[in-house]
């Protein structure tokens, strides 16, 4: 079993849809969680960052954490054809950061 | 515009040849990283650098070989490299201790033939 499991996409939404984006994992240690955008041959850029529990809004992006589910999400309002991008989910035990874990990334598409 | 700098963007090399990747940051990050991203698949962490010291070395074969000369730079040398290392190079830094996750550089795609 991966230690962070994503599903890989493609997704594909109209503009304007609410956008849901989902990791699970396993490793129970893990404190802190991120969300990263990548498109395509760029490198990924910090979207959201999360320490344990809860939720946590910036603009259209909010980021949830269930703990006790092993469980984190990412949501997007008024999805916009600028967001189509591979989302990363990413997360890690130490506060050194030095072993962040990713998601394989899911592939969202956001038509006009 | 990023604030982590990778050179070159893209590199086509031989696989007797030697080349280097270089990174700059200027946030005053002590934590720089080089990762490796295959096509549709996450970054592979490859080494950590922390307060210019090797700090992780992922068992990443010899042909990569690693350098930080100071704390704003760090490079990643290359020597008889594979087809199947043809990649995108990506460089990160943070902060030491402090998780508030990475700031990636745009990467060097790099091609052996």
């Known amino acids: 079993q991966k230690e962070v499991e994503q599903d890989p996409g493609p997704l594909s939404v109209p503009e304007g849809a609410i956008v849901s984006l989902n990791c699970t994992y396993s490793?129970?240690?893990?404190?802190?969680f991120m969300w990263y955008r990548q498109y395509s041959r760029k490198g990924p850029e910090l979207l959201m960052y999360t320490y344990s529990s809860g939720n946590k809004e910036d603009g259209r992006f909010t980021a949830q954490v269930d703990k006790s589910s092993k469980y984190i999400s990412l949501f997007i309002r008024d999805s916009q054809p600028s967001d189509s991008a591979t989302y990363l989910c990413a997360m890690s035990a130490g506060a050194g950061g030095f072993k962040t874990i990713f998601g394989a990334g899911t592939r969202l598409f956001v038509k006009a | 515009d990023t604030e982590v700098t990778q050179t070159p963007k893209h590199l086509v090399m031989g696989m007797t040849n030697k080349k280097s990747l270089k990174c700059e940051q200027h946030?005053?990050?002590?934590?720089m990283y080089w990762y490796k991203q295959k096509a549709k698949k996450p970054p592979e962490l490859m080494f950590v650098y922390s307060y210019e010291k090797l700090s992780i070395n992922e068992s990443v074969p010899s042909r990569f070989s690693p350098e930080c000369p100071n704390s704003s730079l760090l490079n990643l040398h290359l020597h008889a490299l594979q087809p199947e290392d043809s990649a995108l190079y990506l460089c990160a830094s943070t902060y030491p201790g402090n998780n508030y996750g990475y700031t990636f550089g745009s990467g060097t795609r790099l091609t052996v033939v």
């Open positions: 946030m005053g990050h002590r934590a």
């Open positions: 490793n129970s240690a893990f404190q802190y």
